[in-house]
């Protein structure tokens, strides 16, 4: 963009180098982070996912529990049965609420999820905890707040619990280490594009 | 959050049902698509990654090209090497270009990663390509947009193509079908806490 000599340029980013060196010396610390992924764009259970990949390639336990159907299904399915020691995958969500319209019934199905997140989140065997779209059951009330962030708070120094789904509580950005917002900027269903394998599911 | 009755609930649930099925209707095209993850928040890489996780699950094959080392490491390698015959990983990227400050070698490096981004895009074999940190290089002026622009706009009608990157340019914006800004909310380095196995590779 900036018209630079090569001179200038190196010189600039000798300077940035050293910025960077010095933030990161500072950052010496390591500890099991509450991580929060909001916002009404793509890229909350995807980039949850990604998280998932990783702690896998480096050989540690995952437990993943998805509270609404849909949100992950068959593609990453097959990715975590590869590697069935490092993941354990509950796919408790029985639809989209609106599908089922029995609110006694998704209350029960958030419960049992819950319980599963509970469970991961306090056993050792666990490094990294995904509640997926938890944020969603929490916006319906469906579970009670205090609940979940009572077991947040109290997990283990090391464990990474991470939340997806839009409409986080402000309590529990409060509450989290890291919060992202995905916020949309142009999406293909305004083109008529339907939900496709490898991108939406 | 609002206080309703079962029945309210349901029938609220039911009308929801009805506007989503009314304008899934509608979404019946499929196709390739140029999809951008940009923004100064985490979880650009982090998403994209979990596409290619997704594509993978569905058989399907995938290209990654790593403009900028360090971005994709070792968690997703060793869950790439599972998967031989679906990705094809090139960690192209010498390390942030303020560690080298050299722009003609930084400038060579990233020719190096766009020719094996073209030739991903060219060929019908691969049916993702991701191009993970594009935007930093395009950014520095590195590589020409317009050559970028060229090579995404002509891709085959099913294949997608994944960018990622801060500072994404209007052009390419313009050119996308799907744009995810991630904004960071809250970070834990403000808490001095350093990069984690998992979390950030």
């Not at 509950?90 to 958030?110: C, H, L, Y």
């Not at 509640?131 to 319906?140: C, K, M, S």
């Amino acid at each position: 963009m900036v018209e630079r000599t090569d001179e200038q340029h190196n010189a600039k980013m000798k300077k940035k180098q050293a910025a960077h060196e010095k933030i990161m010396e500072n950052k010496t610390v390591e500890k099991g982070l509450l991580i929060v992924h909001t916002g009404k764009g793509k890229g909350k259970t995807t980039a949850a996912l990604g998280m998932v990949v990783r702690a896998i390639g480096h050989g540690k336990k995952v437990g993943v529990v998805q509270f609404v159907k849909g949100a992950m299904t068959t593609g990453e399915k097959a990715v975590f049965d590869a590697f069935p020691d490092n993941v354990e995958f509950k796919p408790m969500g029985e639809g989209f609420t609106w599908n089922t319209q029995d609110r006694s019934r998704d209350i029960a199905v958030a419960r049992e999820a819950w319980d599963e997140v509970r469970r991961m989140i306090a056993d050792p065997a666990y490094d990294m905890v995904l509640a997926d779209e938890l944020n969603i059951v929490l916006r319906y009330d469906y579970l009670p707040l205090d609940e979940v962030l009572e077991a947040v708070t109290a997990r283990a120094p090391m464990k990474h619990v991470v939340i997806t789904g839009r409409n986080a509580p402000d309590a529990l950005i409060e509450a989290a280490d890291l919060v992202t917002e995905m916020t949309q900027v142009k999406h293909p269903f305004r083109q008529g594009v339907k939900a496709q394998a490898g991108i939406e599911f």
